[in-house]
């Protein structure tokens, strides 16, 4: 097995992802040689700036990966496909396929170590759940998307007993600069004067900065032998209503809000209604509402971090509030 030492050779995929962005932008900076690969060719000139090799291709072709993983070391596997509404097929070509053919590459290229970044979207079921921990039960999934990743997990855990090491991280709703999901949604709500609540925008969540994230990363780099084989779950350790962050949010864009208390059961129906209507008339673009969007802002989910905090030594560096500050003041701006 090669040694544990500091790595020299990373692979990041998904590199043109937000949190694969962020964190070729950090990786950059240290004694490390970096290739990213993503399927993005305008984000050539981004990478160009950080001097890191950029490959652009498919991660479910086979031969491919087996190129840019050769003489790689620790292979940092961030791509995913995360919409929460489409076809079955995009999520098995890109979650499942594609994290296998970066199993197989890793024990023919004798990769020492590959951290997968899975989510914690595994654990919704639609009821309400605090301080859930790693260990505890996988529901049936209520998306592709959540399908996807715990199958793709899965195939991480076939390498327990191959020289191959391996952590999974868990992160949960990353935010940062580069966000084009989690964050925009919201705003552009927002910007329209108003933002909807169900439950009185009481639901207990978490939210993750990115920087955070990619902090946990580092620490599964070089982590111990203790850490190997074990799920993690990040978050910034701050859980908050719904609303509480949505007053940050306003607060920090100096926006004017009206907020409209909408009933969860009757917006979940109609949720279900729009889902069954797009798929009878196979329309593929994301519907305005679905089900699981209510959900996650209704129900409270929160996870449990001891494990990370005791194993990997994981405490978030950079608070919510600071996160949020930096993300909305940001956006599109070089460091």
């Not at 990997?312 to 460091?335: A, C, H, I």
Request: hydrophobic content about 40%; overall charge positive; proline content about 4%.
């Amino acid at each position: 097995m090669k040694s544990s030492s500091t790595p020299k050779n990373i692979l990041i995929t998904g590199a043109t992802g937000s949190l694969g962005m962020r964190l070729t932008e950090v990786l950059s900076k240290e004694d490390i040689k970096l290739i990213a690969t993503g399927r993005n060719p305008t984000k050539k000139t981004f990478f160009e700036k950080l001097n890191v090799e950029y490959f652009i291709g498919d991660l479910s072709d086979g031969d491919f990966v087996k190129e840019i993983t050769k003489d790689v070391e620790i292979v940092i596997h961030c791509a995913a496909f995360t919409s929460p509404f489409a076809d079955w097929d995009l999520f098995e070509k890109s979650n499942i396929v594609s994290t296998q053919n970066i199993v197989n590459s890793c024990q023919l290229n004798e990769v020492r170590r590959l951290i997968h970044i899975s989510t914690p979207s595994i654990y919704y079921d639609g009821k309400a759940k605090t301080n859930i921990k790693e260990g505890d039960s996988i529901p049936r999934a209520r998306s592709f998307y959540a399908k996807s990743k715990w199958e793709a997990e899965k195939i991480v855990q076939t390498l327990e007993n191959s020289a191959v090491e391996f952590i999974i991280l868990r992160p949960r709703a990353i935010f940062g600069r580069y966000d084009s999901v989690l964050l925009p949604r919201m705003l552009k709500i927002m910007e329209k004067g108003f933002f909807p609540l169900f439950n009185n925008g009481q639901a207990l969540m978490d939210l993750t900065y990115v920087d955070n994230v990619v902090h946990a990363i580092k620490l599964s780099i070089n982590a111990g032998s203790s850490c190997l084989g074990l799920a993690f779950n990040i978050t910034n350790d701050e859980p908050k209503k719904l609303k509480e962050i949505t007053d940050m949010i306003i607060k920090i864009r100096k926006i004017e809000v009206v907020y409209r208390k909408l009933p969860f059961m009757l917006m979940y129906s109609f949720a279900a209604i729009i889902e069954v209507t797009y798929k009878i008339l196979y329309i593929k673009k994301e519907p305005p509402l679905s089900r699981y969007g209510v959900g996650v802002m209704a129900i409270d989910q929160t996870l449990n971090i001891e494990r990370a905090k005791n194993l990997l030594s994981y405490e978030p560096v950079v608070s919510l509030e600071d996160g949020l500050r930096y993300t909305l003041n940001n956006w599109g701006k070089d460091d």
